[in-house]
């Protein structure tokens, strides 16, 4: 298995699903045009009483600790060198390169001002989580940017033909590469270090967003640790995520998944989980918050659904053998975990917040939706894309099957 | 990786160290918030108020806002919901009624309350907020992206959005009339009260004077200053007969809004030594594990 090397894979792009896939981003992109046209306001249902909505909480918050798989990876592979996890790292490092693009496009689209994006760069608050969010993201994406370079200098080294008139510079294409490839060798280490740094920063920061909210926040989410519980929800979100995307990536190409790498990954996670588990009702238990469970309203089932789907159950799950050792078992254990993450996100940012002075509660509208979702099949099908284009992935061909033909295949 | 020598990664490592300790020492230039002893308040006594929304009228004339006829402020139809200042409305006049004199209902004025220690200064991206040394908390549209992180901040929530613009929203709040004050002129809504509800001058001057007003009637006003210590005071204090989350405000604890989340950020960040910490930490994990790695 340390053979095989990551590959492009050669396979049907347009399956039936990605075409579902990219009708629904299309409608997403006719959408985005329509809030340029006309405003934030005219598409979305956001007003005086609730200024953030799905946007923020699943593209950004819900995205970018879903990219966490990126961090955790890379902490894992090359910081402790642990290089038997390698067959993970690249899908993860894509899935988190595209991540976090999609995410800062969304802050794009979300503020009122999208030609101002760049004055955090200029104009700074210390002061602010947000400034701070904002700054890491913007070095972390950098980062993650140049820790693919070397594989698009695998893809591309010795075999630079650019069509027509500009054949000229194939020679200044390649002598680049090789230069970048020299560079960035030496110095990768130091990108990788970064890369885990500015991730537990900008994770927890994340959480610290909502900490001024005060009152506003309804008391189950609201407290102090918010930024750690951020920070270890995105940390115990890293490993099943990219099990999650392995197994799909599997089964999409009709390949085998590679249970012996998705196995031990997996009996990492139930120890990240337990400590998350552990702040998040320890927390409870020490504000005293834990009278507001009872209250049944919105908020405690919410938050129940949280902690019991989300964290408790595939905890639980994890820790069996049995679920380590099946697909298809593994596969629901690691989707509960970014469901779980997900949901956390969307509550913190949604659900527990009710402003004094709220008429209400806040819906996405039909644009809203549209936008988020189809931003969420447009992630989908990069990803596919950067699969087929670059050597990202390591695919077991499956005994039963003749579908994957890698490289050379005769592939429809 | 593999040709990286211990001397790279210690070159590296210097760098990035220099780096980011020049960052640090720039970050720390950050202006601190200004507290003047002269900075300006208004004590608002909502005994005296009738409800006229004569400020309404005012406020929207002195910052260029569609304003309509005097005449038509004295539809007391309004009342029958409660309103909130909008874009177009920086302050709002609600009415409440009085249990003990029915006929003698309690109006409230409500509008941006200039906190001592603003939530919107400290949580704004790109700093367009700023307390000014006369206690104005003023936004600059300038630097505004238009993110509403200070509408998710603000505990009164003021700010609000102009949703409605395609190419430049503005953040909409009361500015005190900072326009009209810096040339000596009363803020818009002091000047035309009819009834004197508002006064206008030193902060610390306005609060002893409400002492002195519920001292002289005890009978009139609840012995409370709304304003003076919630989220750490306010330029707007109020006096009134009722509590004043009776009577709309929001009932909020004495520490400032942004307190915990600024001891949060500048606990990670004092003197960037946790990231610093936490990156040569990685660094000694990563070069010890791979020795051990190439020994085996």
């Known amino acids: 298995m340390e053979g095989l090397h990551p590959k492009p894979v050669n396979y049907k792009f347009f399956t039936p699903t990605m075409i579902v896939l990219s009708i629904i981003a299309l409608n997403g992109i006719i959408f985005l045009l329509l809030r340029f046209i006309f405003g934030v306001g005219e598409i979305t249902n956001l007003n005086q009483q609730y200024p953030w909505g799905i946007w923020n909480a699943v593209n950004k918050a819900g995205g970018i600790a879903l990219a966490a798989g990126g961090f955790t990876t890379a902490a894992l592979s090359h910081v402790m060198n642990r290089k038997y996890y390698h067959i993970v790292v690249r899908p993860a490092l894509l899935a988190a390169m595209i991540g976090y693009s999609f995410a800062a496009f969304a802050v794009f689209f979300d503020i009122g001002r999208w030609y101002y994006i760049w004055h955090p760069i200029v104009f700074w608050n210390p002061n602010s989580a947000l400034f701070e969010v904002g700054i890491c993201v913007m070095i972390y994406l950098t980062v993650l940017y140049i820790e693919f370079l070397p594989i698009v200098y695998e893809r591309f080294s010795g075999k630079v033909n650019l069509p027509g008139i500009l054949k000229g510079l194939n020679n200044l294409f390649e002598k680049l590469l090789k230069v970048m490839e020299n560079t960035l060798s030496k110095t990768m280490f130091v990108f990788f270090i970064a890369g885990v740094v500015l991730s537990t920063l900008h994770q927890s920061s994340l959480g610290t967003l909502m900490v001024i909210a005060g009152e506003k926040m309804h008391p189950l989410w609201q407290t102090p640790i918010l930024p750690l519980l951020f920070l270890l929800s995105a940390i115990g979100v890293g490993f099943p995520v990219v099990m999650f995307e392995h197994l799909i990536t599997a089964r999409s190409f009709k390949a085998k998944p590679d249970m012996a790498v998705l196995r031990r990954l997996g009996s990492l996670v139930p120890p990240i989980l337990f400590v998350y588990l552990a702040f998040k009702i320890g927390d409870l238990v020490i504000r005293g918050t834990f009278v507001y469970l009872t209250d049944f309203n919105m908020q405690s089932v919410m938050f129940m659904i949280e902690i019991i789907i989300g964290v408790a159950i595939p905890l639980r799950m994890f820790l069996s053998r049995s679920v380590l050792n099946s697909p298809l078992w593994l596969f629901i254990a690691s989707s509960l975990v970014v469901f779980g993450v997900l949901l956390n996100r969307f509550n913190t940012f949604i659900i527990a917040y009710h402003p004094p002075y709220a008429q209400g509660y806040y819906y996405p509208s039909f644009g809203e939706l549209s936008i988020s979702i189809g931003l969420i099949a447009l992630f989908v099908v990069l990803f596919r894309l950067g699969i087929m284009i670059f050597p990202i992935v390591t695919l077991q061909e499956n005994k039963n099957s003749h579908h994957l033909h890698t490289q050379s295949g005769d592939a429809k | ?296």
């Not at chain 2, 929304?53 to 304003?67: M, Q, S």
């Not at chain 2, 409660?82 to 006929?103: A, G, I």
């Not at chain 2, 009978?219 to 709309?248: C, F, H, Q, R």
């Not at chain 2, 990156?279 to 070069?287: A, E, Q, R, V």
């Open chain 2, 1 to 296: 990786m593999k040709n990286s020598t211990r001397r790279d990664f210690f070159k590296s490592a210097a760098i990035i160290g220099a780096v980011t300790a020049g960052a640090a020492a720039t970050a720390k230039a950050s202006p601190e918030n200004i507290l003047s002893d002269d900075r300006k308040g208004v004590l608002v006594d909502t005994t005296v108020c009738i409800g006229c929304r004569h400020c309404e009228w005012a406020c929207k004339t002195a910052h260029n806002l569609p304003v309509g006829d005097l005449a038509d402020y004295q539809n007391r139809d309004v009342f029958k919901e409660k309103r909130r200042p909008d874009t177009n409305v920086l302050t709002v006049v609600n009415e409440y009624s009085n249990t003990k004199k029915e006929l003698l209902p309690i109006d409230v004025k409500f509008q941006c309350m200039h906190c001592d220690h603003p939530a919107c200064v400290s949580a704004c991206i790109v700093a367009a907020f700023t307390k000014l040394e006369n206690g104005t908390v003023v936004w600059d549209g300038d630097k505004c992206i238009g993110c509403r992180y200070c509408m998710i901040a603000c505990p009164f929530q003021i700010p609000t959005f102009e949703y409605k613009e395609a190419l430049s929203p503005d953040i909409m709040k009361c500015d005190l009339c900072i326009a009209r004050t810096q040339g000596g002129l009363l803020p818009a809504c002091v000047e035309i009260c009819p009834m004197e509800v508002m006064t206008y001058g030193p902060r610390s001057e306005v609060i002893k004077l409400a002492r002195e007003r519920i001292s002289l009637y005890p009978e009139k006003y609840k012995n409370y200053i709304y304003g003076e210590k919630e989220v750490g005071g306010t330029s707007w204090v109020y006096i009134a007969k009722k509590d004043m989350p009776e009577l709309g405000m929001p009932k909020l604890k004495h520490a400032t809004a942004p307190g915990v989340s600024e001891s949060i950020q500048h606990g990670i960040f004092s003197y960037f030594v946790p990231p610093i910490a936490l990156y040569s930490l990685l660094g000694g994990m990563m070069w010890l594990t791979k020795k051990r790695q190439e020994m085996d």
